[in-house]
Structure formats: structure tokens, C-alpha cells
């Protein structure tokens, strides 16, 4: 992911000043960090995640937030938000099909809550180096789902869950009852589009502070 938004980036006229990893985390006080970087974007692990935006908070350096997995913080981060007046952008998934993807899902799920002879289960499939399962988009998707189907919570939705190979991420919703079923589904061809839409939203958050979503972007 970081090859791919720095090639996006890089091709948007847009500068990257610093590149910081684990084996340079001094980094985060170097010239170029503290004093050209207008925006730092985080794609790296669930363990590490809320570590590297405190940094980034206290430098006062907005942040873009790729990484999953971490969201027991999310309050402390609004919070760093609220009173601190620190610029945050966080989606579960960067795509723009995929944020659509979630209007359409909570669309379909208001619709069907009406219609209690349909289950609705879930399926995903990602590459074997993700590491939360199930993925932060498909929580989101169930997110989508509960609060819109009365009949549904947490503990009844069904996801499964799968890891192979290199696959980027599909998603597909199914509502079955006995006499036919109703899918939707997204299948990333590559990495590129969740790279466009994280440059997109470092783009998005400059002259902007508080906790914000591709909902606010994309204004949907």
C-alpha cells in the first residue's frame, strides 16, 4: 500500500517528505517530518496503529488512517480531536466502490428489515497477510446491517470470513429466503483504487480539523 499511494501521490504533483517504518521511527522528529509534512498517511498494523497517530498528534501533523484492527482507541482519538483540534480522517476502506458499496448496503438493509422471511449472512475473502478477520470493511458492512434490520444484531450476522493468496478484497452480502436469494458484492481488482481514495482524503483534509470520514468527502 505504501508503494502504491506514493506512486499515486507522486503522480498527483504532490511531495512525500519522509518515509517512517519500523527500523526509523526517530524519523517522526526529523526536519522534514516536523517541518514540511502537511499530512501524514498511516497504513501499517493494528498493533502500532494508535502509537504512530499520538506521534503524529503531538506534532500536530493530520493524519490519515489506513490501518484496522485498532478501533478499541477510536474514542481517544475523537477525543484528541474534539480538544485538541486534531485533524483525523478514518475509513475502514479507502475505495471509493466501496464506500458506495456501504450506501447501497444500508439502503438494501432498510428495505429488507420489512421482510423477515430473507436471512442476511455475509462473505469476504482477503489475502493471507490481513490480519484482523473478520476485515474492517466487513464490519463496517455489518455495522450497515444491524442498525437497519431489527431482527439483527452482532452475534447473529453471519460473516465468513476467508484468507487466500494475494487476493485485494471481496465483499458480498447475501439475503436468502426459500424460495430465492438477493447478493451484492464488490471485488477489488487491485490495490490502486484504495490508494487513490487514501491521497484523495490527505488531499480532502487540508484547512480541516476534527474526525472525519469518507461520509464528509464524498458527501454521501
Known amino acids: 500500500m505504501g508503494r502504491e499511494i506514493e506512486k499515486i501521490a507522486l503522480g498527483r504533483g504532490h511531495e512525500i517528505v519522509s518515509v517512517i517504518d519500523i527500523d526509523n521511527q526517530d524519523d517522526f522528529d526529523s526536519p522534514n517530518f516536523l517541518f514540511s509534512a502537511e499530512v501524514a498517511i498511516e497504513f501499517t498494523r493494528p498493533e502500532t496503529a494508535f502509537a504512530n497517530y499520538q506521534k503524529c498528534f503531538e506534532r500536530n501533523i493530520p493524519v490519515v488512517a489506513g490501518t484496522t484492527g485498532w478501533l478499541e482507541h477510536l474514542d ?7 480538544e485538541n483540534r486534531q485533524t483525523f480522517f478514518y475509513a475502514s476502506n479507502y ?3 466501496v464506500n458506495l458499496f456501504f450506501a447501497v448496503n444500508k439502503y438494501l438493509a432498510k428495505i429488507m428489515n420489512g421482510f423477515p422471511q430473507y ?3 455475509m462473505e469476504e475473502v482477503h489475502h493471507i497477510h490481513k490480519l484482523d478477520a473478520p476485515s474492517g470493511t466487513a464490519i463496517t458492512l455489518a455495522n450497515g446491517i444491524v442498525e437497519n434490520i431489527t431482527r439483527k ?30 447478493r451484492i458484492k464488490h471485488d477489488a481488482k487491485d490495490r490502486t483504487g484504495f490508494a487513490l481514495g487514501a491521497v484523495l482524503a490527505a488531499e480532502f483534509v487540508k484547512g480541516k480539523t476534527g474526525f ?7 458527501k454521501i
Not at 472525519?212 to 464524498?218: I, P
Open 76 to 82: 481517544e482519538v475523537k477525543k484528541e480531536c474534539k
Open 95 to 97: 475505495s471509493i466502490g
Open 119 to 121: 436471512d442476511v449472512r
Open 153 to 182: 444484531d452482532r452475534s447473529n450476522l453471519l460473516i465468513d470470513s476467508k484468507r487466500e493468496g494475494e487476493v485485494p478484497g471481496i465483499h458480498e452480502i447475501i439475503y436468502e429466503s426459500a424460495a430465492d436469494s438477493i
Open 212 to 218: 472525519l470520514t469518507m461520509n464528509d468527502m464524498l
